[in-house]
């Protein structure tokens, strides 16, 4: 965005008047003021720090009030600049940014050829509901010098998509041109409005070369829309049905109504694993308890089930096709809804303090959960305890096992303060199973699944953390093999150092008695074996990593053990490269 021939003598804020011509200053020893000035401004008044950028032909006037703001400011721009030479890996760490902090983090990419670089991040942040703040230039509109900033390098006249914003418009909450300097704050502030509140996602705002200039505005009149709760029926409804059921669950207030919860396709951690009454997780769509709730969010029920489901966005109006029967649907935050659920049923108990049949009603049903959860927990102990399959490979089991274990000796917290990053794919139940979080925020997805995510989230969360003052010990991204190439290893190390899977499962899933099932993963062509890349030197030659490749269920513990070590202590990236058997 650049500017007209408007200035002004305001040091730190943009001006509200043009500089007089009889002004005795010279212009050129006079700092500018221009649209980008207001657009970097209101994002900072808006709680944005990072922006992750891609710099082209289009962002001449934000490099220039950059480092207008570090001549006024002793050497300090408003907001942290992350250079990122991938576009995807760009808005991974803004994604991973704001999953940490809950903020929006910003993303500059360069006209409509850095709008496609976003690949398949942008279908991951619109999937998991993350915050993120998109801005691209765009080709000049004036080819003859009329305006400031016309077209004047050959790549402008190609680079001139006629719809630029429809690129990615179908995944973002709000798209919109900036048209006018003057407007620019207002804009920015209605994007960060839709990208803050339910259903949270990205926006996408784009601005021609040819701005002019505006005036400033208070940020505090733009709120996100408050979360919304429950409506009195329906808690009534909710809590009655929850007192009376035999066998209700959650999937996705447990120990209040001895309430099963059960795990589909978690995106986020929602429960801790040593809780008594989570009986499991599921990433292929089984459940072996649904025949039996008879309250619960689901599908294929008991006939005489009750649901109710609670959403910000129930109807998921982003997805094409998305339906539960149920018998409540309720536009809610989970939050607040919870909390309304929680003061009803304490409330209904202080009236039936002496309702004997309800609290042992109550209490044989957190019994029977108690056991169901200590069997599965059981089960997954044992898993870990087989260390290699028959081909003497590691079983991924006891991989993760061993790395739970290693991480919790190795760190002061035991574990508690780690941020594990989850885009294990094929194998991404089997992670949740076997690191098992206990703390809210340990434990990520992408939310979506465009493959890539992981790497550069993994910077992005560390920049968040430091941001929102959650001093992870250790970040730990679990990737397979196609997601660690997907992510752009050499982009994503090299970023990690400057600031501070196979699709075969989704086939056999389709066709699990075809002929495709009975030949070999290679033989599919989604096999990188067994001539695979060597993963940790393309670390070790982007960004200074350690790295080792495994191949023996014998040295697995060993080398945890060291890699957690060079994390820890010497704090530079490591990479494990596990050989498994093939799928």
Request: a negative charge; proline letters at 6%; hydrophobic letters at 40%.
């Amino acid at each position: 965005m650049s500017s007209s021939s408007d200035s002004s003598s305001s040091s730190d804020t943009a001006p509200t008047t043009p500089i007089s011509p009889t002004d005795s200053l010279s212009l050129s020893k006079r700092p500018l003021y221009t649209t980008s000035s207001v657009f970097l401004k209101t994002l900072s008044e808006a709680g944005v720090t990072h922006i992750f950028a891609n710099w082209g032909n289009d962002h001449p006037a934000i490099l220039e009030d950059l480092e207008r703001q570090r001549s006024e400011r002793g050497g300090k721009a408003l907001l942290e600049i992350v250079t990122c030479p991938n576009e995807m890996v760009a808005l991974s760490a803004a994604q991973g940014y704001a999953q940490v902090t809950g903020n929006p983090a910003a993303v500059i990419v360069h006209v409509d050829v850095g709008t496609q670089a976003l690949a398949g991040a942008v279908h991951n942040v619109d999937k998991g509901n993350t915050p993120v703040i998109i801005f691209a230039g765009a080709s000049p509109y004036t080819v003859s010098g009329e305006l400031k900033g016309s077209k004047n390098e050959w790549p402008m006249w190609g680079q001139d998509a006629p719809d630029q914003p429809a690129i990615v418009r179908q995944f973002m909450r709000f798209t919109t041109q900036i048209m006018s300097g003057k407007a620019v704050a207002k804009t920015v502030m209605r994007a960060w409005q839709f990208a803050t509140s339910a259903p949270r996602g990205p926006v996408y705002l784009w601005a021609r070369r040819e701005s002019v200039i505006t005036a400033p505005l208070d940020v505090t009149k733009w709120p996100p829309i408050a979360p919304s709760g429950l409506s009195p029926t329906a808690v009534r409804t909710i809590v009655d049905a929850l007192s009376t059921a035999q066998f209700p669950m959650i999937i996705a207030l447990s120990y209040l109504r001895s309430v099963s919860v059960f795990l589909s396709i978690s995106q986020y951690f929602s429960i801790p694993f040593s809780h008594p009454y989570l009986l499991g997780q599921t990433f292929d769509g089984t459940n072996p308890y649904l025949e039996e709730a008879d309250v619960a969010n689901g599908s294929r029920l008991r006939p005489d089930a009750r649901v109710f489901v609670v959403d910000a966005d129930p109807l998921k109006q982003q997805m094409g096709w998305s339906h539960i029967d149920a018998e409540l649907i309720c536009r809610a935050d989970a939050h607040v809804a919870l909390g309304q659920l929680v003061n009803a049923i304490r409330a209904a108990d202080a009236e039936a303090v002496d309702d004997t049949k309800l609290q042992e009603g109550l209490r044989a049903r957190g019994e029977r959960l108690t056991s169901l959860h200590d069997h599965w927990i059981g089960q997954l102990v044992e898993a870990e305890s087989r260390k290699s399959l028959p081909g003497q490979t590691p079983s991924v089991p006891c991989i993760l096992g061993t790395l739970r274990e290693a991480v919790k000796a190795q760190t002061v917290s035991h574990g508690e303060n780690v941020l594990w990053l989850n885009e294990g794919i094929s194998n991404c139940g089997l992670v949740w199973n076997h690191i098992r979080p206990e703390r809210p925020g340990q434990m990520f997805m992408s939310g979506g699944s465009s493959l890539g995510w992981a790497l550069g989230a993994a910077t992005g969360a560390r920049l968040g953390a430091q941001v929102a003052k959650k001093d992870y010990e250790l970040i730990t991204a679990i990737v397979g093999d196609g997601t660690y190439l997907f992510g752009v290893p050499s982009t994503a190390y090299w970023l990690s150092r400057r600031y501070d899977a196979s699709p075969r499962y989704s086939m056999l899933g389709m066709h699990p008695d075809g002929l495709a099932s009975k030949v070999s993963a290679q033989q599919l062509s989604v096999s990188f074996g067994p001539d695979m890349p060597d993963y940790a030197s393309i670390a070790a030659a982007a960004g200074g990593a350690w790295g080792r490749r495994v191949e023996r269920a014998e040295d697995i513990q060993s080398t945890l053990e060291e890699a957690v070590r060079v994390v820890v202590q010497e704090k530079r990236s490591a990479v494990v490269d596990f050989i498994i058997d093939q799928i």
